[in-house]
């Protein structure tokens, strides 16, 4: 596949305004940026001290993008000659299937001559190019440092490269939307609306990719969009491979005011004995059904299921309130303040900015679902705004 620069860094610049505190994987290292380019000199010149000129979809990359930058794994790493345990690039590559330690080689051959190292995998693994030999344009993983092996993983850079971006964009996109999705009211972000336009041209057919579509569509507020798609996607999700899909779209009804439906959806569930819900999955359902009544039996199994996070302790509490019990519903609350962390380089904060913030969020779900949070803005208002210390409480551990 030939490569593509200019659809390369459209992809690398909407992923760098979904994740602009570089927290996907690898990100926190190239920080979607690229490095200076090389000029075509440059890279004849190398090709030269090689013995081969480097693959077409890798110059591009060079020339028109940065000598290394945002890329798999750990991001492309600058062009040099790679010639650690004895290697070279300019000797052909031996290998012409996967290969592990111990394994024959040719006669004074290393598994890693003919490759020019493109990127850090981690622990020690690495990602290579081929450009001398046969396999010349092929990119392979080594993972020999861990007793795996040495294989092929794309037939050329460019499939290669967008191949991961265009996975990576997808997850985003609807990591980002489902996390809206199941804990409404939410806010809309201007660059994830642009990313789910241009991630729908990389869906399929399958049942899944109808719902991410619907997804996506429900996000930028096209209703019958969703309606349509969500219609197409239901009848052949398979529930008992994805339990979570339940969840995803029960989010889907209750966005589109289908409240039966979602309890439609997610009522299978409900009644299994093994209920195998994420945490946030199983609030969701608790969630959809607290927007027309009392959803205690929801929540006592997902907490079954799990321990509750912070969040999920303010989903609680709102069933509570939405049943008309107040002092429970209180009660949730000042646990969950009590209980607010956050844990940042293996340092749990504490602080009365957090303890608001529970009050807060309970306010602003009441307001989705038509109940008067005007007392939780007021206790919200009399928590100080100083902090109320540092430290690790008993039930926590730091690493």
């Not at 979904?18 to 940026?33: E, V, Y």
């Not at 907490?303 to 609680?316: D, H």
Request: with cysteine; charged share 25%.
């Amino acid at each position: 596949m030939a490569f593509d620069a200019s659809t390369f860094r459209a992809r690398i610049d909407l992923l760098g305004a979904l994740d602009p505190n570089s927290q996907i994987f690898g990100a926190m290292r190239h920080r979607w940026r690229f490095s200076p380019a090389l000029g075509s000199g440059e890279v004849l010149r190398f090709g030269g001290l090689i013995g081969s000129e480097l693959p077409a979809d890798y110059r591009s990359y060079l020339v028109e993008l940065g000598n290394g930058g945002a890329g798999p794994y750990y991001g492309i790493e600058p062009l040099e000659i790679w010639e650690q345990g004895g290697s070279h690039p300019s000797r052909p590559f031996p290998l012409t299937s996967a290969y592990k330690n111990g394994d024959a080689l040719p006669e004074g051959a290393h598994p890693h001559d003919g490759c020019i190292r493109l990127s850090e995998i981690g622990c020690g693994y690495q990602a290579f190019l081929v450009v001398r030999g046969d396999r010349a344009g092929e990119v392979w993983d080594d993972y020999l440092a861990g007793d795996g092996d040495f294989a092929k993983v794309a037939d050329d850079f460019g499939s290669w490269m967008h191949r991961w971006a265009d996975q990576t964009l997808r997850q985003t996109v609807f990591e980002a939307i489902d996390a809206a999705l199941l804990d409404p009211p939410w806010k809309e972000s201007p660059a994830l609306i642009d990313a789910s336009a241009a991630v729908d041209e990389l869906l399929d057919e399958s049942a899944g990719a109808w719902l991410e579509q619907a997804m996506a569509a429900a996000y930028r507020g096209d209703r019958e969009q969703a309606r349509a798609a969500t219609e197409r996607a239901e009848p052949d999700l398979d529930f008992t491979k994805w339990i979570r899909g339940r969840a995803t779209l029960a989010g889907l009804w209750v966005a589109l005011g289908e409240l039966g439906r979602a309890r439609e959806v997610v009522a299978p569930a409900l009644s299994e004995a093994r209920l195998d819900f994420q945490t946030r999955a199983a609030c969701t359902v608790a969630m959809a059904l607290a927007t027309e009544g009392d959803a205690t039996e929801a929540w006592v199994k997902a907490r079954e299921a799990r321990p509750f996070e912070l969040s999920n302790r303010v989903r609680l509490a709102l069933s509570h309130e939405r049943a008309g019990r107040s002092k429970e519903a209180d009660s949730v609350l000042a646990e969950a303040a009590r209980e607010v962390r956050l844990f940042d380089g293996g340092t749990t904060r504490e602080g009365n900015s957090l303890k608001r913030a529970v009050y807060e969020r309970m306010a602003a779900l009441c307001a989705h679902v038509g109940l008067d949070g005007a007392r939780f803005i007021a206790i919200a208002t009399e928590v100080p705004k100083g902090p109320s210390g540092w430290g690790n409480p008993g039930n926590t551990k730091s690493w």
